[in-house]
């Protein structure tokens, strides 16, 4: 079997979602080359319209209103993975999904970073938040007390104390 048929017949096992679907509809024949499906695959999902928008949504990314910190970092990480040559560097991509999340998930990524988010690496960011995604069932809404973990329960009541005494302070100031 040549290289050529072998990537041809790999490549849909890289494929999901709509990718997968996409190939999945292509009439049967209508590539017989590698670089053929590249030339195809490229041009649906590495338009240069595509490529022109994408530096400016990452830039304009924000949290959606009730949108809990597991699935603003998934969406996110999701985001900047589909476009990999976003010519931002790590420090960038931090700093955007930093100021993208409400000042309540700021408090949580500080204290998940010890203190300040902005100064662990971005290694140190995917691993951390990679981590509370995927025991997402510990990261209820905020308005609720999250279940499981340990230091997410100690975590979530830290912030609600913080809270309780800025309120406190801001009252006795009035």
């Known amino acids: 079997m040549s290289e050529d048929a072998l990537r041809l017949r790999l490549f849909p096992f890289s494929l999901?979602?709509?990718a997968l679907d996409w190939l999945e509809r292509l009439p049967n024949h209508s590539i017989t080359t590698w670089d053929e499906l590249a030339d195809k695959f490229i041009a649906k999902y590495f338009s240069p319209g595509h490529m022109a928008a994408f530096?400016?949504?990452i830039l304009a990314f924000k949290q959606e209103p009730t949108e809990p910190l597991h699935e603003i970092w998934e969406r996110y990480r999701t985001m900047v993975k589909e476009?990999?040559?976003n010519d931002m560097?790590?420090?960038m991509?931090?700093?955007t999904f930093y100021r993208g999340i409400n000042t309540t998930n700021?408090?949580?990524v500080n204290q998940?970073?010890?203190g300040n988010f902005m100064k662990m690496s971005y290694d140190e960011v995917c691993d951390t938040l990679d981590e509370m995604a995927d025991t997402s069932s510990a990261w209820q809404s905020r308005a609720n007390v999250p279940q499981g973990d340990p230091t997410v329960i100690h975590l979530h009541k830290e912030l609600h104390d913080h809270g309780q005494a800025i309120a406190e302070l801001t009252t006795t100031m009035n």
Request: hydrophobic fraction near 30%; aromatic fraction near 4%; glycine fraction near 10%.
């Open 106 to 108: 700021q408090c949580i």
């Open 93 to 95: 991509i931090q700093q």
């Open 55 to 57: 530096p400016d949504e």
């Open 89 to 91: 560097n790590e420090a």
């Open 83 to 85: 476009f990999p040559n």
């Open 112 to 114: 998940l970073a010890g």
């Open 16 to 18: 999901r979602g709509k």
